[in-house]
């Protein structure tokens, strides 16, 4: 097989589009709140897997997606609509999958995330029709079986948002949330004459 200057300028370009999307607090060191999640989801009869999990599940998923679409990329036949359905509705489930990591991670909104990982699970079933679909290409099988453990595991993703949801759990986000005040320097004072205090800053 020869690679061209073409095929590693579209190996690039997937691998940073796939890669861009990454949450920048999935990654956080942090993972009690994650910990007190679990424990109130078993104590409720649910499950959970452990932390740890996630690290190594996202890289993994990562990379078989950008192997997947590479192929797909170089070894389908760019004429055929299908073609083109892949390519844009991958684009789309990677859009929202940044959605999610925002809505989650960083904003703590369990609810809109949950109805927006339906919307990615829709996407890459959808992907995995238009693979199906493209059947002429000789690593349509490949393709197919390298793209289909993300939609596994979104089923996975799905399931311990809904709990989160379902509980009221926060996320690290949320549970980081600082109130910083500081004495006035002019105007207002307080009753026994000390400088009032206002609030800097409130990080969400």
């Known amino acids: 097989m020869v690679f061209t200057f073409q095929d590693v300028v579209g190996l690039m370009a997937v691998y940073v589009f796939v890669h861009w999307q990454t949450s920048r607090n999935s990654g956080s060191q942090d993972r009690g709140w994650y910990e007190r999640g679990t424990r109130r989801i078993r104590s409720k009869g649910g499950c959970a897997p452990p932390g740890w999990l996630f690290g190594v599940a996202w890289w993994l998923l990562y990379k ?8 797909a990329y170089r070894e389908f036949p760019d004429t055929k609509w299908t073609y083109l359905g892949i ?18 991670w960083d904003l703590g909104r369990t609810g809109w995330s949950l109805f927006i ?6 996407s890459a079933i959808v992907v ?3 693979v199906a679909l493209t059947q002429e290409a000789a690593l349509w099988g490949l393709v197919f079986g390298l793209y289909i453990p993300y939609a596994v ?22 549970g980081s949330s600082k109130r910083i005040e500081a004495p006035a320097t002019t105007g207002r ?11 800097l800053l409130e990080k969400h």
Request: net charge positive; proline share 3%; aromatic share 18%.
């Open 153 to 174: 595991w979104l089923l996975v993703a799905i399931y311990l948002n809904w709990w989160w949801y379902k509980e009221g759990l926060k996320t690290t986000s949320m």
């Open 117 to 122: 990982s339906f919307l990615m699970l829709d």
């Open 128 to 130: 995995l029709v238009f």
């Open 87 to 104: 390519f844009i509705t991958a684009s789309v489930n990677l859009l929202l999958n940044k959605a999610w990591s925002v809505l989650f």
């Open 189 to 199: 004072r307080g009753r026994r004459g000390t400088p009032a205090t206002v609030p």
């Open 64 to 71: 078989l997606i950008t192997a997947a679409l590479f192929i």
